[in-house]
T-cell receptor
């Protein structure tokens, strides 16, 4: 059975801190790994990663994939209160399998 | 505006009642999906459809049914056989393809509560 495990489950940081979220996976036919941000409603797409070692960046967010060790990390630098959300990792083989998410709370 | 819409935002179900959640997209996406989200858990796939008039069961299809008569629409019926339907239901869609095309985009969700 496909498995996606995110850690930590939750964390609280102060504005300006850097956050690193982890996602490890076991799937049969890996195609890609996706990160989403969910603020109470619909998850919004952040990144899709298909190749190892190639960092994707969007503003203060960045992510990288290691297909040998089967994990990905999502970094958020200079955190702001607007970064408070649940961050979901999902892995695509023939379907999308989601982790339970990491709840990030950024305090002013 | 292009996007995915879901209605209603909140839905209340009585015991033994079937209810239908609407999902519409105008993105011209081929594939559509239904997920269920429970507190502290990831999204779980209920059903998906890659083409009109065809759909497949996901991981937790029991107690649910779907139809895909039009490309734009993928309604989900929660039947009375679903004993624990209280959850947040998310619809998603994607282009059928490879790479970046497989990114799934989500609607705003419907919260279903049992009375």
């Amino acid at each position: 059975e496909d498995k996606v495990v995110q850690s930590p489950l939750s964390l609280v940081v102060h504005e300006g801190d850097t956050v690193t979220l982890n996602c490890s996976y076991e799937v049969t036919n890996f195609r890609s790994l996706l990160w989403y941000k969910q603020e109470k409603k619909a998850p919004t797409f952040l990144f899709m990663l298909t190749s190892s070692g190639i960092e994707k960046k969007s503003g203060r967010l960045s992510s990288i994939l290691d297909k040998k060790e089967l994990f990905s990390i999502l970094n958020i630098t200079a955190t702001q209160t607007g970064d408070s959300a649940v961050y979901l990792c999902a892995v695509l083989d023939y379907k999308l399998s989601f982790g339970a998410g990491t709840t990030v709370t950024v305090r002013a | 505006d292009g996007g995915i819409t879901q209605s209603p935002k909140y839905l209340f179900r009585k015991e033994g009642q079937n209810v239908t959640l609407s999902c519409e997209q105008n993105l011209n996406h081929d594939a559509m999906y239904w997920y269920r989200q429970d507190p502290g858990q990831g999204l779980r796939l209920i059903y998906y459809s890659q083409i009109v008039n065809d759909f497949q069961k996901g991981d937790i299809a029991e107690g649910y049914s779907v139809s895909r008569e039009k490309k734009e629409s993928f309604p989900l019926t929660v039947t009375s056989a679903q004993k624990n339907p209280t959850a947040f239901y998310l619809c998603a869609s994607s282009i059928e393809g490879t790479g970046e095309q497989e990114t799934q985009y989500f609607g705003p969700g419907t919260r279903l509560l049992v009375l």
